[in-house]
């Protein structure tokens, strides 16, 4: 191996997990003609995820943002698989696993097992350390983080993370493939939480503080920041989508590496989590969710004690 030495371009990107961000990942890859693998442990779950990406290139069809042509394009540069070792040539390895760090640690040691060439790591994670995830690597000035947002097909943010190992030139190859994925990319420092998510977590965190102390309810506090502060989506509906349990692993990681009591975690949120109401993918959380994924009603938008 080329310890620390980072591919001189990037021509295969290989995405492994195709749940909510790795099938994006993998669809905005290969809509921008990169030769895509899409690996998941599971069979079912790889039909999934690319099941949602042909839903999500019809429904970009019918809005008329995308033709046929992308459609057969993306389609075309689009492989699934779920033997690791078939994507442990691409250039550009992207993992997109849950947030464990010791999971993560063992999906990049064993990547590079399988791999003689030198490859560029980066980690989707929206918390954990890229230098504690590059310890795991024989090479760890090719690990950064490649922190995407979702849904990855319409979200044009990706935070760049920087380890203390991770070297110029994976960084500037990371800046490159963002701007072919048309995504605008910001670089920070390894920090708990980065940029996106330190800021993220703390305003959902407060928006949840409020729905217990009945300021008011998910809905009107959600309004407040979307028409008020011109938000997209608010904090509440937002926690729906990203996955309440996902956001309650982040709120601790955060609390205790940061010792700050912004990060402590609500008792509505660990309520929530303890019933299994984990969001727009169990089809509860602060909202309830039809089976198609709309919203239909505020069930849990009264006061929560």
């Given amino acids: 191996m080329n310890a620390g030495i980072a591919p001189q371009s990037i021509e295969t990107i290989g995405v492994i997990g195709a749940g909510t961000m790795g099938h994006g990942i993998a669809q905005v890859a290969a809509g921008a003609g990169y030769k895509v693998l899409l690996r998941d442990v599971d069979r079912d779950s790889l039909a999934r995820g690319i099941a949602a990406i042909e839903r999500n290139l019809a429904k970009g069809i019918q809005l ?3 033709t046929e042509d992308d459609r057969d394009s993306t389609l075309q540069h689009l492989r699934g698989t779920t033997r690791l070792e078939e994507i442990a040539n691409a250039d550009l390895i992207i993992e997109a696993a849950p947030e464990q760090l010791k999971l ?3 999906i990049l040691r064993e990547v ?6 030198s490859f560029i790591f980066a980690t989707n994670t929206s918390s954990l350390s890229i230098t504690e995830i590059a310890k795991a690597s024989a090479r760890p000035h090719n690990v950064v ?3 995407f947002f979702n849904p990855v097909h319409l979200m044009r943010l990706v935070e760049i993370v920087v380890g203390k190992a991770t070297g110029d030139a994976t960084v500037e190859l990371v800046r490159e493939v963002s701007a072919r994925l048309r995504k605008e990319p910001i670089v920070v420092r390894d920090v708990p939480g980065f940029a996106s998510s330190r800021l993220g977590v703390a305003l959902g965190l407060e928006a949840m503080r409020m729905l217990e102390q009945g300021v008011a309810s998910a809905k009107d506090i959600d309004t407040a920041m979307e028409l008020g502060y011109n938000h997209p989506m608010g904090p509440l509906k937002l ?3 990203v996955g309440l349990d996902i956001r309650l692993n982040i709120a601790e990681y955060l609390y205790r590496e940061l010792g700050s009591e912004t990060f402590q975690p609500p008792d509505v949120l660990r309520k929530l989590v303890s019933e299994g109401k984990l969001g727009k993918k169990t ?6 969710w039809s089976e198609t994924g709309n919203q239909q009603s505020a069930g849990n938008s009264k006061q929560l004690r």
Avoid: A, P, V, W
């Fill in 104 to 106: 993560k640690q063992e």
């Fill in 64 to 66: 008329g943002k995308l």
């Fill in 112 to 117: 590079e097992t399988y791999s003689g060439k």
């Fill in 239 to 241: 926690t729906d989508h």
């Fill in 283 to 288: 089809g509860e959380g602060f909202y309830n």
């Fill in 145 to 147: 983080g490649m922190h």
